[in-house]
């Protein structure tokens, strides 16, 4: 656990040496924020359905660029053969690393809390599937994180990490939806345990199901197990 810690610390930390943390945070508000509060009024309902809505296609776009860097910028610089010797094994660089994703995406996330708020003054805020919603955006972000950090174990350029991070959550959130209108029906119910998008609206709407949970620690250390592989595979 200490490895873990210290690993944890030093990637979190380097999230706010470089711009990438403010920005990122910045166009998530900005594109959340403009996205919900442009149909809020009109509307004239006080709940945050919209905001839970956009989540996981805005989650898809925005956290693998968060993760991106996170393996592919020590492959590219050559810190990453340093970091092999020290005295810390692969599943304590990983889980480092992806204990920092999640944490940033948290406090990503944090300041959109004043929308509950805001709205609870405006009306009656039913504050289960507020709380169930925002549960479920922590597992949709460690799952997607863990997906962003397998992408960015495969290559050391980052852009090319962040697009095969983008697909694969891409796929998970939009195109698995898509392809149920094209496959027949005795295989819809596998392709609609695959999406993402599907099991982070019913935990958004405060019914907390364990295949829902499960789905998401499935995703996640099916992508840590990888990680843990491909980097082994270049050592």
Same mark, same amino acid.
């Given at each position: ?18 711009? %990438? ?17 442009? $149909? #809020? ?18 989650? @898809? ?7 991106? &860097? ?20 692969? &599943? ?44 479920? @955006? %922590?597992?949709?972000? @460690? ?12 290559? &050391?350029?980052?852009?090319?990490? #962040? ?63 990888? $990680? ?8």
């Amino acid at each position: 656990m200490k490895n873990i810690r210290h690993i944890f610390r030093k990637e979190f930390k380097s999230y706010f040496i470089s711009p %990438i943390a403010y920005i990122v945070i910045s166009v998530f508000l900005i594109i959340i924020g403009w996205l919900f509060f442009s $149909t #809020f009024f009109l509307e004239k309902q006080a709940n945050l359905t919209k905001f839970f809505s956009l989540l996981p296609v805005t989650f @898809a776009f925005i956290i693998p660029a968060v993760t991106m &860097r996170l393996f592919s910028e020590e492959i590219n610089i050559g810190s990453y053969e340093l970091l092999i010797t020290l005295p810390v094994s692969f &599943r304590d660089i990983i889980l480092g690393k992806f204990l920092a994703a999640v944490a940033f995406v948290a406090l990503m996330l944090s300041p959109t809390l004043v929308y509950a708020l805001s709205t609870s003054f405006l009306g009656d805020l039913d504050w289960g599937p507020v709380i169930g919603g925002y549960l479920g @955006a %922590i597992l949709l972000g @460690a799952s997607f994180s863990s997906i962003g950090l397998l992408a960015s174990s495969f290559t &050391r350029n980052q852009v090319v990490a #962040f697009i095969i991070g983008m697909a694969i959550c891409f796929s998970l959130t939009l195109l698995v939806d898509f392809v149920l209108f094209f496959i027949p029906n005795f295989m819809v119910d596998f392709f609609q345990f695959l999406s993402a998008n599907l099991h982070f609206q019913n935990i958004a709407k405060g019914v907390i199901d364990l295949r829902d949970i499960m789905y998401f620690v499935s995703i996640t250390f099916i992508a840590l197990y990888t $990680t843990h592989l491909v980097i082994e595979e270049k050592k």
